[in-house]
């Protein structure tokens, strides 16, 4: 199963992500809930937990949400 983490997902802001981990509060608070998130769906894919197509839907539409404020973030603190 292919993994879909910040770093591997935008290569090219590894150093803003870590700068942004280190200095913004809000900022790794997503970060982190991003990675529990990913970690979970990526147990769920590889049959490890079993749950609900339903479950499912809302724990990748969030993965998303955060995905999309983070990213936004990113960009944003680029200027």
């Given at each position: ?10 290569p ?47 724990l ?20």
């Amino acid at each position: 199963m292919e993994r879909h983490d910040l770093l591997h997902e935008f290569p090219e802001y590894q150093e803003k992500i870590h700068q942004l981990k280190t200095d913004n509060s809000h900022f790794r608070e997503l970060f982190d809930e991003y990675h529990e998130l990913e970690h979970e769906i990526h147990r769920i894919n590889s049959g490890e937990e079993i749950v609900i197509d339903e479950y499912m839907h809302t724990l990748k539409a969030k993965l998303l949400f955060i995905k999309d404020e983070l990213f936004s973030m990113l960009q944003n603190n680029m200027k």
